[in-house]
């Protein structure tokens, strides 16, 4: 409740207590959860990726890898979100996610170098959910290998598909 009010600071103190306590299982695993959300909305990316790797001790699942993989991007541990990654088996993953693990899979390749793949994940997320970040991040893939005319296309569409709006492309 207290993430949805922007108390942030709040919640992580109360959480933190949460999932220290001597309590059931279920309960730590919905605490050290919630504060990896709470920890990654404040900027706090390791911290995000320590809860949920508690959360994922607790009740594992290709889920919290996801979320694990996204907080250790956003920390700048490209490496390890990459060796996370390949963790997660995409076919068991709910159908909500697989646009989440080739978005990850394309900007973690992209911060390698590995342009070509890149390009082949960022095009898997733009067709599974075609809106304007995934149509920018693919044309950044293109552009990196010098397929300008690929990326203008790609830039066209985000900016269509955000109607008009060029902010931020």
Do not use: C
């Not at 080739?102 to 342009?115: A, N, P, S, V």
């Not at 900016?159 to 008009?164: E, L, W, Y």
Request: proline share 2%.
């Amino acid at each position: 409740a207290l993430l949805r009010v922007g108390k942030r600071d709040s919640a992580i103190i109360i959480l933190s207590r949460m999932a220290n306590m001597d309590a059931p299982k279920k309960d730590k695993f919905k605490a050290h959860h919630a504060l990896g959300y709470a920890m990654a909305a404040n900027g706090d990316f390791l911290g995000a990726a320590k809860s949920w790797e508690r959360a994922d001790r607790l009740h594992p699942g290709n889920v919290l890898k996801l979320r694990r993989t996204w907080a250790l991007y956003g920390a700048g541990k490209i490496e390890d979100a990459s060796d996370l990654l390949a963790q997660v088996a995409i076919a068991s993953l709910p159908e909500s996610e697989k646009t989440t693990w080739y978005e990850l899979r394309g900007m973690i390749r992209f911060k390698q170098g590995q342009y070509a793949d890149s390009i082949t994940a960022r095009t898997e997320a733009v067709k599974r959910a075609p809106n304007a970040k995934h149509w920018s991040q693919l044309a950044e893939s293109y552009a990196a290998v010098g397929e300008y005319f690929k990326a203008d296309n790609a830039y066209e569409k985000a900016i269509a598909v955000s109607h008009g709006d060029k902010s931020g492309y």
